[in-house]
């Protein structure tokens, strides 16, 4: 496998929200990183493009329950108590070029070479959760764990 042919998975605790711009810098990167590349291969500015997705719904991407918020962190300051996105699992595995506007997939030749991700870890529905918020007895982290499943 060559370089073209690896997906890429970014994750962690940012300790910042969708809109901060450490978040945003990752989910409206596109290109090489102004990288000039020997576009024989079908790189560089007018082949391959990163393009990344998180993993989780974010900036409202709910689905179609209305009751589902996701959140990684629920905590309780002097300020009051806030529901937070702060942890992240992004993924590309390139864009293709060829007009076809496809997402999650690279194109070399003929061949597709692809990563998706299939299942998210769900996070607790507001029940679940102890009236102290976290930390607590239950879930003793102030981040919630969260993880995904991808298929290639």
């Known amino acids: 496998l060559g370089w073209k042919d690896v997906s890429i998975i970014l994750l962690g605790d940012w300790n910042a929200e969708p809109e901060d711009a450490s978040v945003r810098s990752i989910l409206e990167r596109r290109g090489n990183g102004g990288l000039e590349m020997d576009n024989d291969v079908g790189i560089g500015d007018k082949g391959m493009k ?33 529901r937070r996105v702060i942890d ?12 076809s506007g496809r997402r999650g997939a690279l194109v070399t030749g003929a061949d597709e070479v692809g990563l998706s991700c ?28 969260i993880a995904a499943k991808f298929e290639i």
């Open 50 to 82: 990163w393009d990344f997705h998180s993993a989780y719904p974010l900036d409202d991407e709910n689905g179609d329950d209305e009751n589902y918020h996701f959140y990684t962190t629920w905590k309780t300051r002097k300020d009051g108590t806030k």
């Open 88 to 99: 992240y699992i992004f993924y590309s595995s390139g864009r293709s070029n060829d007009g």
């Open 118 to 145: 299939t299942h998210t870890l769900s996070v607790p529905k507001d029940e679940e959760v102890e009236a102290t918020r976290f930390p607590g007895l239950r879930y003793p982290s102030d981040h919630l764990l």
